[in-house]
Every structure is written in structure tokens, then in C-alpha cells.
């Protein structure tokens, strides 16, 4: 399957009082034409710094971003504003990414005002057809963001996103602001509107069952790095990395007759990217450490066909086994 987007080895430094923090420590991956590319992780691992610097909204330190064959990293500022009609991104907090002083109708078509897009009757037509697009009613065309619930609101975010008729959007933990009941309205709204407009979605955030219920493949990212990365499916039956599996034990497993997870409790907290471990940067909180761990930076390895994982378990046959048996006590 042909790759939209292709990541390799971006970084993201930032220079703080306490010294160089590193967001963002020379990840690498894929994002196939059609799919969802799921990135989670706690917060502060660095997923949402990832999908801002791939849309080029934080300038990447080092690396490359090929989009549509293309670095974009090498463009321009006139190239890079063309670009981003193809590249977009629907935001976390739907009230706080919405301009109180515009209208609805004014904050959907604020894309159009930015490329100089049709005139202005033609633009009205445009906006009310984005708004049936996402579900939101033609009444609303001249109401504010302060009088619409998060659900709204969102739903406004998605179509300005969409206005320019992107092939590209980073969703950025789109769902996690709103209410429970809300949530599953949007993430079906999303996946609906990818498969009536051919998109393609890295889609960012920190619970785990939300990116099982959305993504193709899954990107598990830990103090700035991705540690595991492999189809949703594999993600979920079977994870080779133990900060992976130490993060799906937490999920609550409802069914009646379903084996029931060890909860795995890890010690300590994740540490400061100011001021990483050395060697493996999990190694301070794995319950499998060992002494190479604290030595070097264990590669990404290809476990298995699509499945790639940052781990000396990997390479070490009885010592994977061993954490397999260790996991589902």
C-alpha cells in the first residue's frame, strides 16, 4: 500500500532553564494511504509535539518529513503554505482552538479568507456544506462557540479542518476534552468522513481504548521515542514491549468468562526528558530489566512481519518467553 507520509528519525529539541529537553528523540515511521495511524502514550511522552512537527506547527530540529514523496522540511514558506491544504489538524480542546469573536460560519470559513477562496456567495454555499457534512445544524450558522456544548464545538473544529479538502489530518486527542457520551458520536463522525473523503489520520492519545476502536496500526511512544509499533489487533492480543503491556493491563476487561490481566504496577515515574536514563529509557521502571538494558538503547527490531519493537526481550528468545509467562500469571 502506497505511504502518504513517512517519518525518519525526527527530533524536537527544546531549551528550557533545566537544560535541553528532548520531545521528540528520532522516531521513524509510515502512514499508509487510507489508514489510521494510532500514537499513544501517557502525557508528556511527546505524541502531540510529534503531530505538530510533522504538520511543520513546531519547526522539527532534525529529521525528515516526506509527504507525498516530497521533505517538507526543505520547503519554503511559500511551498510549505501550499502544502497545507493537503496537511491538516483537528485540535484537542475545542473551545480553546475557536476564536470567541467570530461566528460559526466566519470560524468554518476562515480557511477560504487565508488561500483567497471563492466569492462570497459561492463561500456561504461551501460553509453550509461543511456544516451538514459534520452533522451541525444550518440554525447555527450565526451562533458563537460560548453557546454550543463541547460536542458542537468539535464538530465545528472538524469542518474548518476539512474545508480545504485535506488527504492528511492529525486528529490531536480530538476526543479526550468532551463528555463520555459525546466521545463516541465524534470518533464515529471522524471514521465516517474518512471513508466518504479518502482520508488519512495519525490520530494522537493517551487511552488506549479509543485508539483500539479507530486505528489500522498502533505507534506506543514512551519519553520521546515510539517503542512498539504494529497493527491494532497485534497491539491488543499480543505486546512485546513490557511498557505496552504494563499500560494494557490497566485497561478493564468487562465480559463475563474473559481471562482477566495481570496488573502489572510500574515503580517510579517516567522520568524527565531533560534528563533521560541511560540505555534504555524504560529500564528505571521495567520489571524485566537487565543489566545490558542500563548499557545501551536497545534497536527497533522487526519481531515479526509488521511488528517492531524497542527491546533486548525481543532478541533474547527465553528472556521473552519468560516476560509472556510473567504477563498472564
Known sequence: ????????????????????????????????????????GESGCGKSTTGRAVLRLVEPTAGEVIF?????????????REARKDMQIIFQDPFASLNPRLSI???????????????????EEKVKELMRLVGLS???VNAFPHELDGG???RIGVARA????????????????????????????????QQRLHLTYVFISHDLSVVKHISNRVAVMYLGKIVEITESRRIFTNPLHPYTQALLSAIPIPKVGVQKRRR?????????????????????RCPFVMPKCLEA???????EPGHSVSCFLVSDAEGARAAGDRTSD
Open 68 to 80: 507525498e514523496g516530497q521533505d517538507i522540511l526543505q520547503y519554503n514558506a511559500r511551498s510549505m
Open 105 to 123: 460560519s466566519q470560524i468554518i470559513a476562515e480557511p477560504f479568507d487565508v488561500y483567497r477562496m471563492f466569492p462570497p456567495r459561492e463561500r
Open 162 to 193: 476539512l474545508a480545504l479538502n485535506p488527504k492528511f489530518v492529525v486528529c490531536d486527542e480530538p476526543v479526550s476534552a468532551l463528555d463520555v457520551s459525546i466521545q463516541a458520536q465524534i470518533l464515529n463522525l471522524i471514521q465516517d468522513l
Open 152 to 154: 458542537r464545538r468539535q
Open 297 to 303: 538503547a536497545p534497536p527497533m527490531t522487526e519481531a
Open 138 to 140: 444550518q440554525k447555527l
Open 264 to 284: 502489572i504496577i510500574l515503580e517510579g515515574d517516567v522520568p524527565s526528558p531533560v534528563n533521560p536514563p541511560s540505555g534504555c529509557i524504560f529500564s528505571g
Open 1 to 40: 500500500m502506497e505511504n502518504v507520509l513517512e517519518v525518519r528519525e525526527l527530533r524536537k529539541d527544546f531549551h528550557t532553564k533545566k537544560g535541553l529537553l528532548r520531545a521528540v528523540n528520532d522516531i521513524s515511521f509510515t502512514v499508509r494511504k487510507g489508514e489510521t495511524l494510532g500514537i499513544v
